[in-house]
């Protein structure tokens, strides 16, 4: 299905063509400073998405495996970036809400479970990794 998406102040715009019907939810502390609550994300391969005003792009290297695009000018957090070596390097995680139209996706994943605050939960059943798994997954380097 195709899906639209843009930061707040328009700067930046993307379509991915064929994007997938699942969402992910990152709990870890990075991404809740980030985004100011959780990330809630699509996994993408770099070339699938196609972007305009990519010059408005920042990004912040935020750990040894992975960076953080977001607009220079309204200052919405867009994306990131797997950069370490590994099975997954260059894949986008796109915030789902950056999207024009979030209709029929399904939550099917959180990562990061071992770091998630009690004080919320979901109530859809998904695939559940700690920090120690997802690591494993993506191959990167162990903190330094």
């Keep these: 299905m195709k899906r639209n998406g843009s930061c707040l102040c328009g700067a930046v715009t993307y379509e991915i063509a064929d994007a ?45 495996w992975a960076e953080r695009g977001f607009c220079s000018r309204c200052g919405s957090s867009l994306y990131y970036r797997m ?7 260059g894949d986008l995680f796109i915030g789902l809400g950056t999207l024009d139209d979030t209709d029929g996706l399904r939550l099917t994943e959180e990562i990061f479970i071992d770091r998630k ?3 919320y939960s979901f109530a859809e059943e998904t695939r559940k990794m700690t920090e ?6 993506v191959a990167a380097p162990p903190p330094g």
Aim: glycine residues 14%; proline residues 5%; hydrophobic residues 40%.
């Design 132 to 137: 120690g798994e997802f690591m494993e997954m």
């Design 20 to 64: 997938p019907g699942e969402a992910g939810v990152c709990h870890c502390g990075m991404c809740r400073k980030w985004t100011g609550g959780i990330n809630v994300a699509m996994h993408l391969k770099a070339e699938d998405v196609v972007f305009e005003g990519s010059e408005a792009i920042a990004h912040y290297t935020s750990s040894e």
């Design 117 to 119: 605050p009690a004080f």
């Design 83 to 89: 950069t370490a070596e590994g099975p997954m390097q």
